[in-house]
């Protein structure tokens, strides 16, 4: 199976974004750097989303595209739960924007996306490119510019059955590692998401900073 090298996308928009599977949640953990060129455009840029109360996205490329999947992505799944009422699970939401995504690959929504959440079979974490390739099965992914220096990390820490307090102390580490690296991931602090049974909830900077102690 042929897919875009993320790696690519990542160095022309720059970013670094880490998802982890834990045995009770998926974490989703991002900088805030973004660039324009050369320039730093923002240190506060949001790259993590909440679709549906379990679940989430993190996104690396072209601003205004993934604003778009994400308006596309949040529009349907409500539509999807006024319809059947019930939350739609994680990896039909992951085949939807997969979906999306295939669409329109003649023009492609620039951006690279993680997608996690949390239903009846528990945690899930899923990597989609801009061509609509969808990638699962493996306890964590990263994408963006500073993947290369994550992915080490993840590699080196990750292991089954990992307590949620434990994902998000090596999720941030991976990106920590990548913003000290790469010239275009940084800016101020981190976002990170947690969702569990008890849904989408992203922490205060006091609790990150707690967990990077």
């Known amino acids: 199976m042929e897919m875009q090298n993320p790696s690519q996308l990542g160095k022309k928009t720059g970013t670094t974004t880490v998802a982890v599977s834990c ?7 991002t900088e805030k750097k973004a660039t324009l060129g050369n320039i730093v455009d923002s240190k506060e840029a949001r790259k993590v989303y909440r679709i549906t109360e379990r679940l989430g996205v993190t996104t690396a490329g072209s601003v205004g595209d993934i604003q778009a999947v994400v308006r596309y992505m949040r529009a349907e799944t409500a539509i999807f739960k006024l319809q ?18 295939q669409g329109s690959k003649y023009y492609p ?9 949390h239903d ?12 609509g390739g969808l990638i699962e099965g493996d306890g964590f992914y990263s994408a963006g510019s500073g993947m290369d220096f994550a992915m080490g ?5 990750y292991k089954d059955g990992m307590k949620t307090d434990e994902g998000i102390k090596l999720a941030l580490r991976a990106v920590r590692a990548a913003t000290r ?16 049974s008890k849904g989408y909830r992203e ?3 006091e609790e990150i900073d707690a967990h990077m102690k």
């Not at 045995?23 to 953990?29: R, S």
């Not at 009846?120 to 989609?128: A, C, D, P, T, V």
């Open 23 to 29: 045995k009770d949640a998926a974490i989703l953990v």
């Open 84 to 101: 059947s009422k019930k939350e739609m699970h994680v990896r039909a939401a992951a085949v939807l924007m997969a979906n999306i995504l």
């Open 109 to 117: 929504y620039m951006g690279l996306f993680l997608l996690g959440g």
């Open 120 to 131: 009846e079979k528990g945690s899930q974490i899923f990597s989609l490119d801009p061509m």
């Open 153 to 157: 990390v993840l590699e080196e820490g």
């Open 181 to 196: 690296r790469d010239v275009f991931s940084g800016g101020n602090g981190f976002w990170v998401a947690v969702i569990d």
């Open 203 to 205: 922490l205060s900077n």
